[in-house]
C-alpha cells in the first residue's frame, strides 16, 4: 500500500514536470513564431518604405531630365545620388521599354531608374521635340477668320482649322477638326499655336549686326629654327619648261626683322641655278629671281629689297615675274602692303625642281651670293598663293586681303592654312592638288582679311568649323552660289540670304537672316537626322528645291513654295502662304494663317518630322499625353 502510494506520488511528479515542460515548448514556439512574424513585417514594412523612395527617386530623375532637355536638349545620360539611393535618366530615340518603335522621329522616351539598395523602379514617358499643334499634318489658327477652301491639292492626315471648312476640302485619310465655325469635327479644347522663342535668333542677329564676322582667319607660326611647310615638286609650280609668268604672295610677320645671323625665309622655290625666293634679312625685306644658265636666259638674278617693315606687324608681300627667253627691264617686280617698291631685269624660268617650302630654305640662292640651306623663319604666315600669270599692281592691291574663291584664272595652288588641326595644308584651289606638308609650325590668328563680311561663296567647300564659334556672321546680305557648306553651325546675315546654282547646305546648320530667305536649284539638309531650320524675318521664297528640316517663316508678308519638296515642318507666321507647282510638304504644317494650295500637284502630308535632338529652335517640348508608366 505504502509502495502504491509512493509510486502514485512520483508519477504524478511526473506529469506535472512534463505538463510544464510541453507548456514551456508551447510558448517558446510562440514565442519564435511572433518573433519571426515580427521580423518579417519588419522587413516588409522596410521593403515598402524602400520601394516608396525608390519611387520617389525614380520621379526626382523624371523631373530633372525632363527640365535637362527643355533647357539644353542634352540627351546624354544622368546619374545623381540623394536620399541614400540612386537615379539614373537615360534617353531613347528609337523604341519605348518595351522596345516597340517609336510612332514618329521626333519622339523620345525618357527613362528614369530609382534605386535604394537591391530595391528599384522604373518610370518612363515619351514627349515629342515639338507642341501639341504639330500633331497634325496641317494645323491652320486662322488669325485672319478665313474660310478654307482649298479643292485643289490635298491634305493627307488630321488636319485642324480655327473655323469654317467648305466642303470639298477636308483632309483625306484623317479627320479634319475644327475649334469653330462648321465643316469638321469640333475639337474642344483645341491646340494652342505654340510659342517661338526667338531670343538665340536675335541674339544671333545682333551679333551679326556688330560684325565685320565672326570668320577665325588662321595662320601658321614658325619658331625659326626647324619649323617650315614642304610642297612636293610640282608641275604647276615649279616643274616643266614654260614658267614665263609668275605671281607668289603671302601675308607674314616677323618676331624679329634685324636677324643678320641667317636669312628668314618665308618662300622659296627652285634651287641654286633657277628659282624664285622671299626672305627677310638685316632689317630688310628681299624679294628674289634667278635663271643662270648661259645657254638659257644668263639670269644671273634680281634681288629687290624695302626696309619699310616692323617686327610684330602683319604685312603683305608680292613678286611678279613677266619674262621671254631672255632677259629683259622691268620683268621683275616687288610689292610690300599692295605698292611697287622695286623693279629689275627678269626672263621666264626654265625647269626648276629643287624644293619649294614656306618657311624654310633647302637649296636656294640669296643676294649675298651664297647658297647655304636651312634658313628658317621666326613669325607668322598666311595666304600662300602661287599664280602661274602676272597680277597687276591693281590687282594686288584689291585682292591681297579677300580670301579667294579658289577657281580664279591663273592660280595654281592656295595655302589659306584654314585647317587648324593635322599635319597637312590643303591647297584649296580648284584647278589641281598640291597640298603641303606641316613640319612643326602652330596654327595660330591670322590677319583680319575681308573675308570677314563674308558677302559671297561662289563654287567651293566651305566647312563651319572654320569659323568662331561655328557661327559665319555677316553684317551684310550673304550670297551662296553653286558652294557646299558643311555643319554643324550657323549662317547669320543681317541682311537677305540667296541661295541658289546647285548649292548644298548640308545638315545641322542654322539659316538666320534679318531680311529675306530666297532659295533656288538647291538641297538644305541631307535627312531628317542632318537637318536644317531656317528663319527669315521677310519673305520666304523656296523654287525648284528640296529641303530637309524646319522652315520658320517669321515675317509678316510671304512664304512661298514653289516645285519644292520639304521633309520636316513649317512654322509659318506670313499672311500669304501658297504651295504651287509640285510642293510637296511631308511632316506637319503649322501656320497663323491658312494656305494657298495652288493647283492639284501639290499636297501636305502627315508624315515624320526632325527630332532636333540637341538643337534649342525655341520650341517647348511636348509630354505625350498617358505616356507615364512605371514599370
Known amino acids: 500500500m505504502n509502495i502504491m502510494k509512493k509510486f502514485i506520488k512520483d508519477e504524478s511528479g511526473v506529469i506535472l514536470m512534463a505538463s510544464t515542460m510541453g507548456i514551456f515548448i508551447l510558448l517558446s514556439i510562440f514565442a519564435y513564431y511572433l518573433a519571426r512574424f515580427s521580423a518579417i513585417e519588419t522587413r516588409t514594412g522596410g521593403y515598402h518604405t524602400q520601394d516608396i523612395k525608390a519611387r520617389n527617386l525614380a520621379m526626382t530623375g523624371i523631373e530633372h531630365g525632363l527640365q535637362n532637355y527643355k533647357i539644353s536638349r542634352n540627351t546624354s545620360v544622368i546619374s545623381e545620388e540623394f536620399n541614400n539611393g540612386t537615379y539614373t535618366v537615360s534617353y531613347n530615340s528609337?523604341?519605348?521599354?518595351?522596345?516597340?518603335?517609336?510612332?514618329?522621329?521626333?519622339?523620345l522616351t525618357l527613362e528614369s531608374i530609382g534605386k535604394i539598395d537591391d530595391v528599384e523602379r522604373n518610370i518612363r514617358l515619351i514627349l515629342s521635340s515639338f507642341p501639341e499643334a504639330f500633331c497634325f499634318s496641317f494645323y491652320g489658327k486662322n488669325t485672319a477668320g478665313q474660310v478654307f477652301s482649298e479643292p485643289s491639292g490635298s491634305i493627307v492626315g488630321d488636319m485642324f482649322f480655327n473655323g469654317t471648312v467648305q466642303s470639298g476640302s477636308v483632309a483625306s485619310n484623317g479627320v479634319t477638326y475644327i475649334g469653330t465655325g462648321s465643316g469638321g469635327t469640333t475639337l474642344s479644347p483645341f491646340p494652342e499655336f505654340p510659342q517661338l522663342n526667338t531670343s538665340q535668333y536675335e541674339a544671333l542677329l545682333t551679333s551679326a549686326a556688330s560684325a565685320p564676322g565672326a570668320y577665325t582667319n588662321y595662320a601658321l607660326s614658325f619658331d625659326g629654327s626647324n619649323d617650315y611647310v614642304r610642297i612636293n615638286n610640282s608641275g604647276?609650280?615649279?616643274?616643266?619648261?614654260?614658267?614665263?609668268?609668275?605671281?607668289?604672295?603671302?601675308?607674314?610677320?616677323?618676331?624679329?626683322?634685324?636677324?643678320?645671323?641667317?636669312?628668314?625665309?618665308?618662300?622659296?622655290?627652285?634651287?641654286?641655278?633657277?628659282?624664285?625666293?622671299i626672305y627677310i634679312h638685316g632689317g630688310k625685306l628681299y624679294v628674289g629671281g634667278w635663271n643662270e644658265p648661259s645657254g638659257e636666259s644668263n639670269w644671273q638674278g634680281t634681288w629687290l629689297s624695302t626696309s619699310n617693315i616692323q617686327n610684330n606687324t602683319w604685312h603683305h608681300v608680292a613678286l611678279t615675274l613677266n619674262g621671254g627667253n631672255s632677259k629683259t627691264n622691268n620683268a621683275f617686280k616687288g610689292y610690300l602692303d599692295g605698292q611697287e617698291f622695286g623693279s629689275g631685269q627678269g626672263s621666264k624660268l626654265w625647269n626648276h625642281p629643287g624644293d619649294i617650302?614656306?618657311?624654310?630654305?633647302?637649296?636656294?640662292?640669296?643676294?649675298?651670293?651664297?647658297y647655304n640651306s636651312y634658313k628658317y623663319f621666326g613669325g607668322y604666315i598666311d595666304e600662300v598663293r602661287l599664280w602661274n600669270s602676272t597680277r597687276t599692281g591693281s590687282q594686288i592691291s584689291t585682292f591681297k586681303d579677300t580670301i579667294l574663291e579658289g577657281n580664279e584664272s591663273g592660280l595654281t595652288a592656295y595655302y589659306n592654312f584654314q585647317e587648324n588641326s593635322g599635319?597637312?595644308?590643303?591647297?584649296?584651289?580648284?584647278?589641281?592638288?598640291?597640298?603641303g606638308t606641316r613640319y612643326g609650325a602652330s596654327w595660330t590668328s591670322g590677319p583680319i582679311l575681308s573675308k570677314m563680311n563674308n558677302s559671297s561663296f561662289v563654287n567651293q567647300t566651305v566647312n563651319l568649323s572654320s569659323f568662331s564659334n561655328r557661327q559665319l556672321l555677316a553684317n551684310s546680305d550673304i550670297?551662296?552660289?553653286?558652294?557646299?557648306?558643311?555643319?554643324?553651325?550657323?549662317?547669320?546675315?543681317?541682311?537677305?540670304?540667296?541661295?541658289?546654282?546647285?548649292?548644298?547646305?548640308n545638315g545641322n546648320i542654322f539659316l538666320i537672316c534679318s531680311g529675306n530667305l530666297i532659295v533656288s536649284g538647291s538641297q538644305l539638309g541631307t535627312n531628317l537626322d542632318a537637318s536644317v531650320i531656317t528663319y527669315a524675318?521677310?519673305?520666304?521664297?523656296?523654287?525648284?528645291?528640296?529641303?530637309?528640316?524646319?522652315?520658320?517663316s517669321k515675317g509678316s508678308n510671304s512664304l512661298d513654295l514653289n516645285n519644292t519638296a520639304l521633309f520636316g515642318a513649317i512654322l509659318n507666321y506670313s499672311q500669304s502662304f501658297i504651295l504651287s507647282g509640285n510642293s510637296d510638304v511631308v511632316?506637319?504644317?503649322?501656320?497663323?494663317?491658312?494656305?494657298?494650295?495652288?493647283?492639284?500637284?501639290?499636297?501636305?502630308?502627315?508624315?515624320?518630322?526632325?527630332?532636333?535632338?540637341?538643337?534649342?529652335?525655341?520650341?517647348?517640348?511636348?509630354?505625350?499625353?498617358?505616356?507615364?508608366?512605371?514599370?
Do not use: C, M
Request: aromatic share 8%; proline share 3%.
Open 94 to 107: 528609337q523604341t519605348d521599354e518595351t522596345g516597340s518603335a517609336l510612332p514618329k522621329t521626333q519622339y
Open 236 to 277: 604647276d609650280i615649279n616643274t616643266g619648261n614654260n614658267h614665263t609668268q609668275k605671281t607668289i604672295e603671302a601675308w607674314f610677320r616677323v618676331n624679329d626683322k634685324s636677324i643678320t645671323s641667317r636669312k628668314q625665309t618665308i618662300y622659296e622655290q627652285g634651287g641654286t641655278v633657277r628659282g624664285l625666293n
Open 357 to 370: 617650302s614656306v618657311a624654310r630654305n633647302k637649296d636656294t640662292k640669296f643676294h649675298s651670293g651664297d
Open 423 to 435: 599635319n597637312y595644308t590643303n591647297d584649296t584651289q580648284t584647278q589641281s592638288n598640291n597640298d
Open 479 to 505: 550670297l551662296i552660289s553653286n558652294t557646299t557648306f558643311n555643319g554643324p553651325g550657323y549662317i547669320v546675315a543681317n541682311g537677305n540670304i540667296t541661295i541658289n546654282s546647285n548649292s548644298a547646305i
Open 537 to 552: 524675318k521677310g519673305n520666304t521664297d523656296y523654287d525648284n528645291s528640296t529641303v530637309y528640316g524646319i522652315i520658320i
Open 587 to 631: 511632316g506637319s504644317v503649322v501656320s497663323k494663317y491658312s494656305v494657298d494650295i495652288q493647283g492639284n500637284s501639290s499636297s501636305i502630308t502627315r508624315g515624320n518630322i526632325p527630332e532636333l535632338v540637341g538643337y534649342h529652335i525655341g520650341l517647348d517640348p511636348l509630354v505625350i499625353p498617358g505616356s507615364l508608366l512605371e514599370f
